[in-house]
């Protein structure tokens, strides 16, 4: 494997997959993104330009997805609408680019004989109860959710029925909740800690109570590098750090990690159908192929995290005006 096309990649998990392939592999990458007001070129900016090349376009347009996946040994297809409240808003753009981009895609690839993986998320398996000791296997049940969720579990159908019936050489990843550099100040630990920054209180939807299950970035990025190199094809992967915290937990970190009192946040009106809790069982992955988190501590994770936001304030104060005034609009 010498060229891979990276769909998605000036967003937040693209993009630093991008500058991991760069540091960890001798692989040229070309990235193919539609820059949604998501995707970000400053993410990608001083990458070496002779193994390095960027393509502004749509994952839904044939025309421009058939000859880059022609060209390429993989496609490591992470280009989505990603954001659940922006899908409980306005789910159009969800069905297109999630839905009919990841058609698009597996189509070029199934012509063109090129190994495929699958970015996706637990969110596929819906929720677990707060007290259910359980987490989510390869095995689980399918039961998403929002319109987000729901097109993503769309786009995982459509890549098995490829592999079944066409022998698309294709493998999938359901990650659990990523943080980490360049994150969009939309999601919930970047927008609480610029809101902090800003001297603005912390926003928890419903009670607070909800639990993720956090995992750096680089860990994603890692864990997708050792499938793309030795998954079986066909097999799904769950990615999961065993970060386990309730919403509330993670406000409460920031704001000591920031020197502000523990009750500082304020509570707003909840997200509708709000899932309660994600929880990954990663051993598949861990047993196979050798794969382990190097964020093992998600309390130094989280402090670099604030340390970033500190120190590129011009990559995020673009977006924080208008994200805070789409949020008011919602109640939240
Ligand atoms: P993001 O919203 O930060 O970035 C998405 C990128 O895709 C942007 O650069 C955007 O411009 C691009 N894009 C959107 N529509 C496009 C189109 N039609 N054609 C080409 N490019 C398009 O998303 P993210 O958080 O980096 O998520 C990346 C992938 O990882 C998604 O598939 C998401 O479902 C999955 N995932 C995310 C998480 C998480 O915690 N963020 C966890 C598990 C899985
Ligand atoms: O589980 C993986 C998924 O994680 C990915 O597939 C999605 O692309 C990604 O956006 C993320 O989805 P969530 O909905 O879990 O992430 P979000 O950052 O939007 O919210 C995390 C939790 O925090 C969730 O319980 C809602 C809550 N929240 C969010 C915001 C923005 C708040 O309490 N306050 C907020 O201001």
Redesign the pocket.
């Known amino acids: 494997m010498q060229r891979i096309l990276v ?8 993009c630093n997959f991008v500058h991991y392939i760069m540091e960890h592999t001798g692989l040229h990458v070309t990235v ?5 007001y ?3 070129l400053e993410s990608l900016s001083g990458l070496p330009s002779q193994r390095f090349d960027f393509v502004h ?4 347009d044939a025309t421009v997805v058939d000859p880059l996946t022609a060209a390429v040994d993989a496609v490591v ?7 659940n409240d922006n899908s409980l808003q306005e789910p159009r ?1 969800f069905v ?3 839905l009919l ?1 990841t058609f698009t895609l597996i189509e070029a690839a199934r012509k063109h004989g090129t190994r495929f993986h699958h ?4 969110e596929v398996y819906g929720d677990l109860a707060l007290n259910d000791p359980g987490r989510f296997t390869e095995d689980s049940v399918y039961r998403p959710t929002s319109p987000y969720s729901a097109t ?1 579990a769309g786009s995982d159908m459509l890549v098995r029925a490829w592999v079944r019936s066409f022998g698309l050489k294709a493998t999938i990843s ?5 943080y980490g550099p360049y ?2 100040v939309e ?1 919930f630990i970047p927008r609480q800690i610029t809101n902090i920054l800003d001297g603005m209180r912390p926003r928890l939807y419903g009670n607070g109570r909800n639990v993720r299950d956090w995992i750096h970035v680089e860990d ?1 990025s890692s864990a997708v590098l050792a499938i793309l190199e030795g998954g079986r094809l066909g097999e799904t992967y769950l990615i999961g750090a065993d970060g386990e915290r309730s919403n509330r937990e993670v406000v409460e970190k920031l704001l000591a990690l920031t020197g502000q009192s523990p009750e500082a946040y304020d509570l707003v009106g909840d997200r509708p159908g709000h899932d309660l809790r994600y929880a990954i069982d990663s051993s598949k992955l861990r047993r196979e192929l050798g794969w382990a988190p190097r964020y093992s501590d998600f309390d130094a994770g989280l402090a670099a995290a604030v340390q970033w936001y500190r120190s590129n304030e011009q990559w995020w104060r673009p977006q924080k005006a208008a994200t805070e005034s789409k949020y008011a609009g919602q109640g939240h």
């Open positions: 769909t998605g990649g000036a967003g937040f998990i693209g193919l993104d539609k820059l949604t998501a995707g970000n376009g749509d994952i839904c297809h992470f280009a989505a609408e990603s954001h753009p297109d680019t999630n981009g970015i996706s998320t637990d993503k359901n990650c659990s909740n990523n994150q969009h999601k994603h």
